[in-house]
């Protein structure tokens, strides 16, 4: 299994960014795939999920009207997860992650999730 993740960056306060996060290998079918934001002290906020079929999206309070998550499954062996981020405030500054689970959770923890992508970090400065 492999979570391939692109995107990211460093923004002012108010712009957008995208993530990306390119699933390959998963056996399970209608998995769920999360962004989850690692703050200091590696603590884990839940930010967004939706199920591999594109459908059922769901947004933490703290990003909901400024996030939009999406999955793209044109292709047959990727399916291709984004997070559209804008109107960013300097709070969204963190290391993003992508995580496939196998239920609907607000991740919290490494083990709500079987798979994971590296991260990749987004800085908004103000």
């Known amino acids: 299994v492999l979570l391939a993740q692109s995107g990211g960056g460093t923004v002012q306060s108010g712009e957008s960014l995208r993530l990306t996060c390119a699933v390959s290998?998963?056996?399970?079918?209608?998995?769920?795939i999360n962004w989850v934001r690692e703050g200091p002290g590696a603590v884990l906020e839940w930010v967004s999920g939706i199920r591999s079929d594109d459908s059922a999206p769901r947004y933490s309070d703290s990003v909901k009207g400024r996030f939009n998550v999406s999955v793209d499954k044109s292709r047959s062996t990727v399916e291709t997860a984004y997070l559209d981020m804008s109107n960013l405030k300097s709070e969204d500054t963190y290391l993003y992650y992508c995580?496939?689970?196998?239920?609907?959770?607000?991740?919290?923890?490494?083990?709500?999730?079987?798979?994971w992508g590296l991260g990749t970090r987004v800085t908004v400065s103000s």
């Open positions: 995580a496939v689970c196998k239920d609907a959770v607000m991740v919290t923890r490494t083990v709500d999730c079987s798979y």
């Open positions: 290998g998963v056996t399970f079918s209608n998995y769920y």
